[in-house]
């Protein structure tokens, strides 16, 4: 619920979490409270009247502001940047009205204008009730019909957290085939700065964030949590003042960032989500993957199939008896769906060539795609696709044909990474090529599943002929990926899709609105593999967590405890199915099948980190029905030099007072006696164990 206490003091309330803001004496528009809900409104912080000031500490570098706007005397990181066309580099926002859209999901839009230039900024707050969670965006509007207004920075929103408390950042930090590994550190007086300079949301960082104050654990304790809804260049600012305050600001990147508005034109920022709960990490995430299924995904809550990738087994030499072969031994064994990888366009025979022309190559497939795909059918499976559509080969018929369409400076060298250029898709025309040549590929094959690739970041950021300031590139090139991807969705809603940027460099928020799963990693390694996506189960849900199980660790780690790591996500197999023998095969057959009646509880539950893998050698992760009435437990034991006891697993979130049986443990038994006593199970290194969870009709 939002309510308007006073016409200048608003409070957000769901079951559990608060959050307050209003206009100071000075007319500021101040952040007065974020944390548990409150008995009563009278309990919420008004803004208070700032504090006595020197020549240095002006009121601005005091106060809490909820969208601080650069002008003045302001030394902290502010929301917004702005240079008017008399040369005017100050902003003076002043409130002058708000809003409450009570439909739906709950919205106070809070308008503030500039002193003297027609210039607004509308700050919106969505209220996710069930979620408890609050999603921020500002709308930046040139309101005037004179020249253009620069704008500098544009984030998305500030959050501040209690003051004069030591706090504690967790975060995600990693790079290509080593994603998603968690760092938590105390953070001192200053900026520490979390951002992607690549035009994708990149490997090395997430835009999310943990903080607590000090204290919290996995299963309790204080945590405030966030996250940005962008696949572009991003940043993070947490920083704490010199007067111990902190705060998070999340946005669109402001390095080598300009935006020429025009006037009557909105510069609309992605959203900002933010949540609070007194139910420690695991809580925070848990309430991510809700929202993720609820409100974020395209399909959150439909069972995704077990999928067969072809990439580690063929690479390039794809064609369709080779493809053939594998979609026969991944039918027999219980794949669902076949998707093609890298390799089967024209002139692709190696990463060299080819990107640009997507149509099947005629010599590896001289009939096209219909032969294998219908193949695929007979066998009961749906087909896939692999695409990597922004990207262009210098070798190739699109870019003899179109050399200006890549983002370039046109007097230096267009550095290729992996023999491959970025296309400009902030570019209409190569939207618009896009777009017609997918869509033809889409309604020519009878295709399910697309694999959407990335695999390079951004050099020499040119846009020769961009119609506003050239550096609006960064925005525009992300508007135009999601342009060309919703496009697709509307025209053929059949398919689904899947984000991949060389493993897990373009997951969020964003993307996810569009895309059903994520390839998270090009590092299929098991034991690495356990890490990786413990990291990535911090933000998002396992219904989105795509695992292959691959030859990359055959032979070195049991095929059972490869699949079980697979199977904490959406199992698939990659390797060359061919070479495998009977009984790899058979354990395999067996697997899926598991996996197969227990994917609902995965893909839909709620996820508990009993041990963490970023953590520990012996971990442990249960799912858990909505209605707590059946479970699965996962645990695994990586290296562990010496022969060791292994410590009990706590169950968590059973229902209190209800009988459960966990399979192959003595039992039934009380939840409390699982939640409290727990459960030991004898794992030597590289075992695994999977086991059922079922409440007992009382
Ligand atoms: C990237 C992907 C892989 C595979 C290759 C194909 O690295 O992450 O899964 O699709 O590209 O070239």
Same mark, same amino acid.
């Given at each position: 619920?939002?309510?308007?206490?006073?016409?200048?003091?608003?409070?957000?309330?769901? *079951?559990?979490?608060?959050?307050?803001?209003?206009?100071?004496?000075?007319?500021?528009?101040?952040?007065?409270?974020?944390?548990?809900?409150?008995?009563?409104?009278?309990?919420?912080?008004?803004?208070?009247?700032?504090?006595?000031?020197?020549?240095?500490?002006?009121?601005?570098?005091?106060?809490?502001?909820?969208?601080?706007?650069? #002008?003045?005397?302001?030394?902290?990181?502010?929301?917004?940047?702005?240079?008017?066309?008399?040369?005017?580099?100050?902003?003076?926002?002043?409130?002058?009205?708000?809003?409450?859209?009570?439909?739906?999901?709950?919205?106070?839009?809070?308008?503030?204008?500039?002193?003297?230039?027609?210039?607004?900024?509308?700050?919106?707050?969505?209220?996710?009730?069930?979620?408890?969670?609050?999603?921020?965006?500002?709308?930046?509007?040139?309101?005037?019909?004179?020249?253009?207004?620069?704008?500098?920075?544009?984030?998305?929103?500030?959050?501040?957290?209690?003051?004069?408390?030591?706090?504690?950042?967790?975060?995600?930090?990693?790079?290509?085939?080593?994603?998603?590994?968690?760092?938590?550190?105390?953070?001192?007086?200053?900026?520490?700065?979390?951002? *992607?300079?690549?035009?994708?949301?990149?490997?090395?960082?997430?835009?999310?964030?943990?903080?607590?104050?000090?204290?919290?654990?996995?299963?309790?304790?204080?945590?405030?949590?966030?996250?940005?809804?962008?696949?572009?260049?991003?940043?993070?600012?947490?920083?704490?003042?010199?007067?111990?305050?902190?705060?998070?600001?999340?946005?669109?990147?402001?390095?080598?960032?300009?935006?020429?508005?025009?006037?009557?034109?909105?510069?609309?920022?992605?959203?900002?989500?933010? #949540?609070?709960?007194?139910? #420690?990490?695991?809580?925070?995430?848990?309430?991510?993957?809700?929202?993720?299924? @609820?409100?974020?995904?395209?399909?959150?809550?439909?069972?995704?199939?077990?999928?067969?990738? *072809?990439?580690?087994?063929?690479?390039?030499?794809?064609?369709?008896?080779?493809?053939?072969?594998?979609?026969?031994?991944?039918?027999?064994?219980?794949?669902?769906?076949?998707?093609?990888?890298?390799?089967?366009?024209?002139?692709?025979?190696? @990463?060299?060539?080819?990107?640009?022309?997507?149509?099947? @190559?005629?010599?590896?497939?001289?009939?096209?795609?219909?032969?294998?795909?219908?193949?695929?059918?007979?066998?009961?499976?749906?087909?896939?696709?692999?695409?990597?559509?922004?990207?262009?080969?210098?070798?190739?018929?699109?870019?003899?044909?179109?050399?200006?369409?890549?983002?370039?400076?046109?007097?230096?060298?267009?550095?290729?990474?992996?023999?491959?250029?970025?296309?400009?898709?902030?570019?209409?025309?190569?939207?618009?090529?896009?777009?017609?040549?997918?869509?033809?590929?889409?309604?020519?094959?009878?295709?399910?599943?697309?694999?959407?690739?990335?695999?390079?970041?951004?050099?020499?950021?040119?846009?020769?002929?961009?119609?506003?300031?050239?550096?609006?590139?960064?925005?525009?090139?992300?508007?135009?990926?999601?342009?060309?991807?919703?496009?697709?969705?509307?025209?053929?809603?059949?398919?689904?899709?899947?984000?991949?940027?060389?493993?897990?460099?373009?997951?969020?928020?964003?993307?996810?609105?569009?895309?059903?799963?994520?390839?998270?990693?090009?590092?299929?390694?098991?034991?690495?593999?356990?890490?990786?996506?413990?990291?990535?189960?911090?933000?998002?849900?396992?219904?989105?967590?795509?695992?292959?199980?691959?030859?990359?660790?055959?032979?070195?780690?049991?095929?059972?405890?490869?699949?079980?790591?697979?199977?904490?996500?959406?199992?698939?197999?990659?390797?060359?199915?061919?070479?495998?023998?009977?009984?790899?095969?058979?354990?395999?057959?067996?697997?899926?099948?598991?996996?197969?009646?227990?994917?609902?509880?995965?893909?839909?539950?709620?996820?508990?980190?009993?041990?963490?893998?970023?953590?520990?050698?012996?971990?442990?992760?249960?799912?858990?029905?909505?209605?707590?009435?059946?479970?699965?437990?996962?645990?695994?034991?990586?290296?562990?030099?010496?022969?060791?006891?292994?410590?009990?697993?706590?169950?968590?979130?059973?229902?209190?007072?209800?009988?459960?049986?966990?399979?192959?443990?003595?039992?039934?038994?009380?939840?409390?006696?699982?939640?409290?006593?727990?459960?030991?199970?004898?794992?030597?290194?590289?075992?695994?164990?999977?086991?059922?969870?079922?409440?007992?009709?009382?």
């Amino acid at each position: 619920m939002i309510t308007s206490v006073t016409d200048d003091f608003w409070v957000l309330e769901t *079951s559990q979490m608060a959050y307050a803001c209003g206009l100071d004496p000075d007319g500021r528009l101040v952040h007065t409270y974020w944390g548990a809900r409150l008995p009563a409104q009278a309990d919420y912080p008004r803004p208070q009247a700032t504090p006595e000031s020197s020549s240095f500490n002006q009121p601005a570098q005091l106060v809490a502001e909820e969208y601080p706007a650069y #002008g003045g005397p302001k030394y902290t990181e502010p929301c917004l940047k702005a240079s008017f066309p008399d040369g005017t580099r100050d902003l003076d926002l002043r409130f002058v009205g708000a809003t409450i859209e009570a439909e739906g999901q709950p919205t106070l839009h809070l308008r503030l204008r500039d002193a003297v230039y027609p210039f607004t900024v509308t700050l919106h707050y969505r209220l996710h009730e069930d979620h408890g969670l609050i999603e921020r965006s500002a709308t930046i509007r040139h309101e005037g019909d004179g020249p253009a207004v620069m704008l500098e920075r544009v984030w998305s929103a500030q959050w501040h957290f209690p003051a004069q408390q030591q706090t504690r950042l967790t975060h995600l930090a990693g790079r290509w085939y080593d994603e998603f590994a968690l760092h938590r550190e105390t953070l001192t007086p200053g900026v520490k700065v979390l951002e *992607s300079r690549r035009v994708t949301t990149g490997h090395d960082h997430q835009p999310w964030f943990a903080l607590d104050l000090g204290g919290a654990q996995e299963d309790h304790g204080d945590v405030w949590f966030g996250a940005l809804a962008w696949s572009g260049n991003w940043k993070l600012a947490a920083e704490v003042t010199a007067f111990s305050t902190t705060r998070v600001s999340l946005g669109v990147n402001d390095w080598d960032f300009a935006w020429q508005l025009n006037p009557g034109e909105s510069f609309v920022t992605p959203s900002c989500l933010a #949540g609070f709960t007194q139910a #420690g990490h695991g809580g925070a995430s848990q309430r991510m993957h809700d929202f993720i299924r @609820d409100r974020v995904l395209p399909d959150g809550h439909t069972l995704r199939p077990v999928l067969y990738n *072809s990439w580690e087994a063929t690479f390039f030499d794809v064609d369709e008896s080779s493809q053939t072969r594998l979609a026969e031994v991944a039918a027999d064994l219980g794949t669902e769906l076949f998707v093609v990888d890298d390799g089967w366009f024209h002139g692709r025979n190696l @990463d060299n060539a080819g990107l640009g022309d997507w149509w099947p @190559d005629a010599r590896k497939f001289p009939n096209g795609l219909t032969p294998l795909i219908e193949r695929v059918k007979a066998l009961g499976m749906t087909f896939g696709l692999w695409v990597e559509p922004e990207m262009v080969n210098p070798d190739s018929d699109l870019y003899r044909a179109h050399p200006d369409w890549v983002i370039h400076f046109p007097s230096r060298p267009r550095t290729e990474a992996r023999g491959q250029l970025i296309l400009n898709v902030a570019r209409p025309e190569v939207q618009a090529y896009l777009t017609d040549t997918l869509s033809r590929l889409l309604q020519e094959n009878d295709i399910r599943f697309i694999k959407w690739d990335m695999n390079r970041s951004v050099s020499e950021p040119g846009w020769p002929d961009a119609p506003g300031d050239p550096r609006e590139l960064w925005v525009r090139y992300v508007q135009g990926f999601y342009q060309i991807l919703s496009t697709l969705r509307e025209q053929h809603p059949q398919v689904r899709w899947q984000t991949c940027s060389g493993g897990g460099g373009r997951v969020d928020l964003g993307v996810l609105r569009l895309a059903s799963q994520a390839w998270v990693s090009d590092n299929t390694h098991a034991a690495a593999r356990l890490a990786i996506q413990d990291g990535y189960s911090r933000v998002f849900p396992a219904n989105t967590m795509e695992a292959w199980v691959t030859d990359a660790d055959r032979g070195e780690l049991p095929l059972e405890f490869r699949l079980h790591v697979s199977m904490l996500g959406l199992l698939g197999l990659g390797g060359q199915l061919l070479d495998w023998t009977q009984a790899e095969r058979e354990v395999a057959r067996t697997q899926i099948a598991l996996y197969k009646s227990i994917r609902h509880l995965v893909q839909r539950g709620d996820q508990y980190r009993l041990r963490s893998a970023q953590e520990q050698a012996y971990s442990a992760v249960q799912y858990l029905s909505k209605d707590r009435s059946e479970g699965v437990l996962f645990a695994f034991r990586t290296h562990l030099a010496r022969p060791a006891t292994l410590p009990p697993l706590y169950l968590r979130g059973l229902e209190p007072g209800a009988l459960y049986a966990v399979e192959g443990m003595e039992g039934p038994r009380s939840a409390e006696a699982w939640m409290h006593m727990g459960l030991s199970l004898g794992l030597g290194d590289y075992q695994s164990a999977v086991r059922k969870i079922q409440r007992l009709l009382g």
